[in-house]
Every structure is written in structure tokens, then in C-alpha cells.
């Protein structure tokens, strides 16, 4: 079995399916690992992979090269582009992996036969040359690997929240040590349960209790 089959076989044990993007997935998962050198899959802490979507096409690169975010090998900086950057840790060389331009055309090319959109993608993909298919380019991080692989076991307290803090992710502004969430605009704001009840009548505020709750008794 080659390896574009093997990995996809990986791929589709992990995803219980295949579809286009895992094919993508692992194409730029060997392409990436090949332009730098590093054999896949790794077992260490050597590779580490930015991608910049999430969803179908992180299973065919993970599939490929080992990398997992639960092992800090892997990063999503979600751009929403089927693209990845490859960074190996001991040099700092970094290469940056994506999809060309309508390569959902060019697929048909590949699987002529095939006359429903989707398989002809999912076909083709595995059939296009590497240099139809992905663009491979050497990039420099904007932020030094040893800052973004950081320390494990440094914890802190923020100044404001009080929340613990892992992995170096504080920021230190007028002499306080804070979270990104309190330094910065945040994806979230705490609603407080007075804040709720404000906006609810008597009624509506019981009622949604009990859908809450189940069946617990709160009549007064």
C-alpha cells in the first residue's frame, strides 16, 4: 500500500468516513513533512503544525503526522483556509502548505468518469500532482517557536480574575500579571444570574428553572 492509501486508511479509521477535505488533509500533510525533511508520523515533540481551518481536513493531518493538539503539536489558527504550516522545533525552518486556486475544476480532470461533483473531488485529489494541487512555500513565524511551544509547568495567577494561568499565555500590563481575557477583547462576557432574572419576569424565570431543573419542586 503507498502512502497517500495508507494515511487515508488512518484517516478514515479516526473519522469513521472519507470525504474531499481529508484528502487534502493528508496530501498537504506529506507534502508538508517532505519539504522539510521530517519523516512522519512523529512520536516527539520535534513537529509542530499550525492549521488554518478546523473540521475534516485537521483528521488527514493529523493522520499523517502524528501531530495532535492534545500532545501540543498542534495549533489552529483559524483563518478558514485549507492550509497548514509546518515548523520544525529543533531548527525553526517553517513551511507553509495550501490548497491553489480552483482545484475543484482541475479535480473533474482527474476523475473524468465521475460525473457527481463531490466524488469527483474526493477522486481527484488523490490523483492531481502535487504542483497542480498545493502550493509549498518557505515562511518565517512572526512569533519565535520557543514562545509559541512556551513552557508546560509555568503557572501563574491573573491579577484580575484570579484564574490560573498555563503555558506562558499571561500578559504583564502596568506591572500586573493578566489573562488574554482580561487584557483584551474576549469571545465571551460572564452574565451574571441576577443579570437574567432582571430581564424575566417572575413567571418566565420559574418556568425556565424548571425546564433546567426537571422535576423539582419550586412553587412559592
Same mark, same amino acid.
Given at each position: ?7 487515508? $486508511?488512518? %484517516?478514515?479509521?479516526? &473519522? ?7 484528502v487534502? #488533509?493528508?496530501?498537504?500533510?506529506? @507534502?508538508? $513533512? ?6 512522519? *508520523? ?16 485537521? %483528521? #488527514?493531518?493529523?493522520?499523517? /503526522? #502524528?501531530?495532535?493538539?492534545s &500532545? ?8 478558514g483556509?485549507?492550509?497548514? /504550516?509546518?515548523? +520544525?522545533? +529543533? ?6 502548505? @495550501? /490548497?491553489?486556486?480552483?482545484?475543484? =475544476? &482541475?479535480?473533474?480532470?482527474?476523475a *473524468? ?6 466524488? @469527483?473531488?474526493?477522486? #481527484?485529489?488523490?490523483?492531481? *500532482?502535487? =504542483? ?9 513565524l512572526?512569533? *519565535? ?27 504583564? &500590563? ?6 488574554? $481575557?482580561?487584557a ?13 432574572? $432582571?430581564e ?7 418556568? /425556565?428553572?424548571?425546564? =433546567? ?8
Amino acid at each position: 500500500m503507498d502512502s497517500l492509501k495508507y494515511y487515508l $486508511a488512518v %484517516s478514515v479509521y479516526r &473519522h469513521k468516513s472519507l470525504c474531499p477535505r481529508q484528502v487534502l #488533509g493528508v496530501r498537504i500533510g506529506l @507534502a508538508g $513533512a517532505e519539504a522539510l525533511g521530517v519523516t512522519v *508520523p512523529r512520536d516527539d515533540k520535534r513537529l509542530l503544525v499550525i492549521v488554518e481551518t478546523d473540521g475534516c481536513f485537521v %483528521s #488527514g493531518v493529523e493522520a499523517v /503526522t #502524528g501531530c495532535a493538539v492534545s &500532545h501540543r503539536t498542534l495549533r489552529v489558527e483559524d483563518y478558514g483556509k485549507v492550509a497548514a /504550516t509546518f515548523v +520544525d522545533v +529543533d531548527s525553526g525552518r517553517a513551511m507553509r502548505v @495550501a /490548497t491553489r486556486q480552483d482545484i475543484r =475544476q &482541475h479535480a473533474r480532470d482527474y476523475a *473524468p468518469e465521475e460525473k457527481r461533483r463531490y466524488y @469527483a473531488m474526493l477522486k #481527484g485529489y488523490q490523483a492531481m *500532482p502535487t =504542483q497542480e494541487l498545493l502550493s509549498v512555500k518557505e515562511v518565517v513565524l512572526t512569533t *519565535p517557536i520557543e514562545t509559541i511551544v512556551s513552557r508546560a509547568g509555568v503557572r501563574v495567577n491573573c491579577d484580575s480574575c484570579g484564574e490560573e494561568i498555563i503555558n506562558e499565555r499571561e500578559v504583564t &500590563h502596568d506591572d500586573r500579571v493578566l489573562c488574554r $481575557a482580561c487584557a483584551n477583547p474576549t469571545y465571551y462576557q460572564t452574565v451574571s444570574s441576577r443579570d437574567l432574572l $432582571a430581564e424575566l419576569s417572575l413567571s418566565d424565570a420559574l418556568v /425556565t428553572i424548571e425546564k =433546567q431543573l426537571g422535576s423539582v419542586d419550586i412553587s412559592l
